[in-house]
């Protein structure tokens, strides 16, 4: 009895999956290359503000880094890219990309083991580290240096994953919800640290000359563009061949010059 109606359940989970999976293809234009969109002509790319220089708003419209980078991937495909904000929970458990909420994130996202579990990374574009925000001559350039301090965190992200993992049992983690609110919070001095990744916060250092970079910590991460799962290998691989393209033909260094000044090399 009990196997039985375990085995209706489990049947009714398939088909209603089934039928989603099919209701996704369908809705989706297909392009002669075989590249899906959920919108013709558009490019729907999800993203999460402010992430500067990758992704910020300037005079009303959004710029950055990943941004540059997808206009070129629409410029290619004869698209024009629409950018959509969207909490970074729903882009970093794949579940925008899986609903069909765009086609793509470009969102300063770190490709990791979990995560390429339940999306499909394009080829790693630029490198990251974890890195500690504070004010200038406070001395806190460790976790150890927390003790009996508050870690700020940024809500799903690597950083959180980072400081949970190697903060002492006496360091509290608060979650932060964006960036801005995160390092906002260490200049107003109501908290003492912040981690995020390092491009991110020497660009708000170079802003907020009162704060500085303390220590980065080595997690040897890579940002990469990603697609719902198993659903766009094409558009995957139109983003491969433009980000060589872009490394090849000095693109991607003037991108580079562009939104890190003050970095002297290109990672
Ligand atoms: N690179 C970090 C991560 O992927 C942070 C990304 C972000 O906050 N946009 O978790």
């Known amino acids: 009895m009990r196997t039985r109606i375990l085995k209706t359940f489990a049947t009714a989970a398939l088909m209603t999956l089934t039928l989603a999976a099919c209701a996704t293809g369908q809705d989706k234009v297909e392009l002669a290359n075989g590249v899906k969109l959920i919108e013709e002509g558009e490019l729907a790319v999800c993203t999460h503000l402010p992430y500067e220089p990758f992704e910020y708003k ?139 990744d390092n491009s991110v916060l020497y660009d708000y250092v170079d802003k907020n000359p009162g704060t500085e970079v303390s220590v980065e910590f080595d997690t040897g991460e890579s940002y990469g563009f990603a697609v719902a799962m198993g659903d766009n290998d094409a558009l995957l691989e139109t983003v491969n061949e433009i980000l060589a393209q872009a490394r090849d033909d000095g693109t991607y260094d003037d991108l580079y010059q562009k939104y890190f000044p003050s970095a002297n090399s290109s990672s």
């Open 58 to 196: 300037q005079g009303g419209e959004i710029v950055g880094f990943d941004v540059d980078l997808m206009d070129l991937v629409a410029d290619e495909l004869g698209l024009k890219q629409r950018t959509f904000n969207t909490p970074f929970e729903g882009i970093e458990t794949g579940q925008s990309m899986n609903t069909s909420k765009c086609d793509i994130a470009a969102a300063g996202m770190t490709i990791t083991d979990e995560r390429a579990e339940v999306m499909d990374f394009s080829d790693p574009y630029f490198d990251a580290t974890q890195a500690l925000l504070v004010n200038k001559g406070s001395g806190l350039n460790s976790l150890e240096s927390l003790a009996g301090k508050t870690l700020g965190v940024q809500i799903g992200t690597t950083g959180q994953q980072y400081a949970e993992a190697n903060v002492p049992d006496d360091v509290e983690v608060k979650v932060f919800e964006d960036l801005a609110l995160l390092v906002s919070a260490v200049k107003s001095g109501s908290i003492p640290a912040v981690i995020n």
